[in-house]
């Protein structure tokens, strides 16, 4: 079982929908990242939060907006997204600030979206 | 910049053949290294790590030895299973970006046993 749940597992959207992804994690991880995966290729970093604040956003549109509620929580919004967004978007948390590199990255299971 | 080189496959074996999986590296300083593996329809699970020169990781049967002099970290395991068929991806955390930036990731490796 992984530590980091995500929410919901499938989504389905039109290009003018707006939904929103959650991640939740209770290892007490200050360092939380979303990624984008496309099949068959490695995970992209789009976001990373430390200590509840953004300290990296690699050059994401601006239909993707983040938001870090709280130390456990960590949230995407999709808003006028396009078909190319289709992906796997993928959660994770690792220990302290994520400035020690020595630690690993937790990974969720991902949520699958599509955008028809 | 990092960069991860991994053999992209698909690697298809027999079922009790003996598996490697190599992995090169290019890096500033010390970085971290990792292997992940991904099984269909799941997210990213941390396999083993080593975050010094000559660490060994080992978990499932699965090794791999952190070698600073050839900037690799290779994979291994002796005996694979049927269940190990899966996306197995090396990964670096650097001390470019100060390790704030995450994960540099290899292009992932289909390995697929067969009965």
């Known amino acids: 079982d992984t530590e980091v749940t995500q929410t919901p597992k499938h989504l389905v959207m039109g290009m003018t929908n707006k939904k929103s992804l959650k991640c939740e994690q209770h290892?007490?991880?200050?360092?939380m990242y979303w990624y984008k995966q496309k099949a068959k290729k490695p995970p992209e970093l789009m976001f990373v939060?430390?200590?509840?604040?953004?300290?990296i956003n690699e050059s994401v549109p601006s239909r993707f907006s983040p938001e870090c509620p709280n130390s456990s929580l960590l949230n995407l919004h999709l808003h006028a997204l396009q078909p190319e967004d289709s992906a796997l978007y993928l959660c994770?948390?690792?220990?302290?600030?994520?400035?020690?590199?020595?630690?690993?990255?937790?990974f969720g299971n991902g949520t699958r979206l599509t955008v028809t | 910049g990092d960069s991860v080189t991994q053999m992209e496959g698909p690697v298809t074996l027999s079922e009790e053949a003996f598996l490697t999986i190599n992995c090169t590296y290019t890096?500033?300083?010390?970085?971290?290294l990792f292997w992940y593996v991904q099984y269909p329809g799941e997210g990213l699970q941390l396999l083993l790590k080593?975050?010094?020169?000559?660490d060994k990781g080992s978990n499932k049967g699965f090794e791999a030895t952190y070698r600073k002099e050839t900037t690799s970290f290779h994979l291994e395991k002796g005996s694979v299973q049927v269940s190990d068929s899966a996306v197995y991806f090396c990964?670096?955390?650097?001390?470019?970006?100060?390790?704030?930036?995450?994960?540099?990731f290899g292009k992932g490796t289909h390995l697929i046993i067969q009965p």
């Open positions: 080593a975050t010094k020169a000559d």
């Open positions: 994770a948390s690792s220990r302290g600030d994520g400035r020690s590199i020595r630690s690993p990255l937790h």
């Open positions: 290892m007490g991880h200050r360092a």
């Open positions: 890096a500033t300083g010390y970085p971290s």
């Open positions: 990964a670096l955390r650097g001390v470019r970006g100060g390790g704030a930036d995450g994960l540099t």
């Open positions: 939060y430390s200590y509840e604040k953004l300290s």
